[in-house]
């Protein structure tokens, strides 16, 4: 058995009892990358040296004071989009090879703050634009239930590191369903918190109407803990909300009697697979069982949410990326002749296809004479997409349905076709488009492929929505699941 699959209450009562120190649950997530990276293509850049010197530094502490961080001694990786002072951040893209940050990202202090231990940086799609994590430039991370398929994407590394036992939990971030989409295809559990719940101060921004940093971990209990530390208002970021931070843990009660849950029908229609369906039925089945009852609703706007955030995100992308031109930091061309040459070249050599294509579309729908009909128009659908949401939280307390459409699909099978890779997102964009909390749960398996229950709520009532899924899990065994590796 491994160490990781003991919860972090668990884990320091251990530390706390002298059954284990620190530097053995570090030791262990580096031993665990040695025997199984290679496979899994998770890991982009390791901090070992660092990170063995403060878990040496925190087992002095253990008898040395009585207060310790809330994520104390516990090995964590962050996705390759939040900076990290001294450790390189590339986003796995060319233009940022070289790039080591001179800061950390508000979060990454707030790690910190809680005592964790930064293990390493993980692997994604090239400035988080993808859902298979095949866009980086550097590798393709496999997902460990099938080195054969795809582990999802943007956070593919992250969900895949978890789900191998590599690290007990991550950092992920989430624009369309980054985090909850990867979590559903390796069978981990992921939140996409409320926008402007947690700081996006050092995360290097693709869409910053709806990038969300979030956490990617083995149980509902450990996803409350990390997202207690991370969370809070930030002076250093104007769109983080100044509202309260609640005691998340204390909603895990498994008591969810005389709670609503509304269905969509357009979440259980046409495109999703019969697995992925019987999955969600079995799971509402659970929780009528737990006292809870569900009616089917509508969403109508979420037909048009695939199309009204390409145009969004894709046009902030456009904007987001212009800094990347040779001149400040990051890769620089040696071929050109001139300035409009080295933004030329600079950009066509380190920039990924698929980067590329949304910076086009992007920087289309943005220019003189198309604005009015592309962007203004997809920012009123998208107001509309909002409002279905509030509608339905008026006489409901969370909206339930699959994460995906489908399991994990394998490795080289969209990547011709960027219409269908766009329409694997189509369950969890509506929910980034409303900026309301979503997570993933494991809920069961198709061909041996993890399938996801995805719990979406109010605007910064993630309290219920880990109630809801705390709830489930206790009355299931999908996430004591692991794959064989």
Not at 396 to 415: H, L, N, W
């Amino acid at each position: 058995m491994s160490l990781f699959d003991h919860k972090i209450t668990e884990l320091k009562q251990m530390i706390h009892n002298k059954d284990i120190k620190i530097s053995d649950l570090v030791d262990e997530s580096y031993k665990r990358i040695a025997s199984v990276d290679d496979k899994v293509q998770a890991f982009l850049q390791l901090d070992e040296e660092r990170a063995r010197a403060y878990a040496k530094e925190l087992d002095e502490a253990v008898d040395g004071r009585s207060e310790h961080g809330l994520l104390f001694g516990m090995p964590i990786g962050v996705k390759d989009n939040i900076v990290t002072k001294g450790l390189r951040t590339t986003c796995s893209s060319k233009i940022l090879e070289n790039f080591d940050p001179i800061y950390d990202a508000t979060v990454v202090e707030r790690l910190q703050a809680a005592e964790a231990v930064t293990i390493g940086k993980l692997n994604m799609d090239e400035f988080a634009m993808g859902s298979s994590t095949e866009n980086s430039a550097y590798k393709a991370t496999k997902n460990p239930w099938n080195l054969d398929t795809v582990p999802g994407g943007s956070s593919g590394g992250s969900a895949a590191a978890v789900a191998a036992g590599e690290v007990p939990f991550s950092l992920g971030s989430d624009t369309g369903g980054s985090i909850r989409q990867p979590a559903s295809f390796c069978g981990v559990v992921g939140l996409k918190p409320t926008y402007g719940r947690v700081s996006r101060y050092g995360l290097v921004a693709f869409a910053s109407s709806l990038d969300q940093i979030g956490p990617i971990t083995r149980n509902v209990e450990d996803n409350a803990f990390l997202l207690q530390a991370i969370s809070g208002a930030d002076k250093m970021d104007s769109t983080s909300a100044n509202v309260e931070v609640p005691d998340f843990l204390s909603s895990l009660t498994g008591d969810i009697k005389g709670l609503k849950i509304a269905v969509p029908k357009e979440y259980l229609g046409e495109g999703v697979g019969k697995e992925a369906k019987e999955s969600v039925l079995a799971a509402l089945k659970v929780l009528e069982d737990l006292g809870a009852t569900w009616e089917e609703v509508s969403l109508p706007h979420s037909k048009y949410a695939l199309a009204t955030y390409y145009l969004l995100s894709s046009s902030e992308a456009s904007a987001n990326l212009a800094r990347f031109d040779g001149i400040r930091y990051g890769y620089r061309s040696d071929n050109a002749d001139n300035l409009i040459d080295l933004y030329k070249q600079t950009r066509s050599e380190g920039f990924g296809n698929e980067v590329k294509r949304r910076i086009m579309l992007g920087t289309f729908a943005l220019s003189s004479g198309y604005y009015d009909a592309y962007y203004k128009k997809a920012q009123k659908v998208r107001t509309l997409i909002k409002k279905d949401f509030e509608d339905v939280f008026e006489k409901y307390d969370v909206i339930v349905g699959p994460t995906t459409p489908t399991p994990a699909f394998k490795i080289g099978e969209k990547t011709s076709d960027p219409l269908t890779m766009y329409a694997n997102d189509i369950l969890t964009i509506p929910v980034n488009l409303a900026g309301v909390p979503g997570i993933s749960v494991p809920c069961g398996f198709a061909d041996g492929l993890p399938l996801g229950l995805q719990i979406i709520g109010k605007h910064f009532d993630e309290g219920t929505v880990y109630r809801v899924a705390h709830a489930f899990e206790q009355a299931t065994d999908h996430h004591k699941a692991k794959p064989e590796l």
